[in-house]
């Protein structure tokens, strides 16, 4: 059985950083391509970037390009996402995912899912 276990979620202050973590059981993530999508209130849930099963490659929506970065560890089957400037158009429920399809982005594309962490950006 996956499973998808978020870490690191909180408050912070705009301009201030957080470094989430996806732990992973059942599934090796080096073998597949981990994805992070966000959800504000009121909002869908969309894609915030992905990394590929290597680790070679990552690709990032551009709202958060330059701020974000996405890392694996695989001696600890973790996934991070390294979160840096935040503002508060950032605040949202993030969730790590993953895929058997390389580099995906679509919601649809992903097979499991965390449960979320919540991030919460004061200005």
């Known amino acids: 059985q996956v499973q998808l276990v978020e870490s690191g979620g909180g408050l912070v202050q705009a301009g201030g950083s957080l470094r989430l973590s996806c732990a992973a059981s059942?599934?090796?993530?080096?073998?597949?391509?981990m994805g992070w999508f966000r959800q504000a209130p009121g909002k869908e849930r969309e894609f915030v970037g992905v990394?590929?099963?290597?680790?070679?490659?990552?690709y990032y929506v551009d709202s958060v390009k330059g701020r974000f970065t996405i890392s694996k560890n695989n001696a600890k089957n973790t996934v991070y996402l390294q979160m840096t400037t935040l503002n508060p158009e950032d605040t949202a429920v993030y969730y790590c995912?993953?895929?058997?399809?390389?580099?995906?982005?679509?919601?649809?594309?992903?097979?499991?899912w965390g449960q979320g962490t919540q991030v919460t950006v004061s200005s």
């Open positions: 995912a993953s895929t058997t399809r390389y580099m995906a982005r679509r919601r649809d594309e992903f097979d499991y």
């Open positions: 059942g599934r090796t993530v080096r073998r597949y391509s």
């Open positions: 990394i590929s099963w290597n680790g070679g490659s990552t």
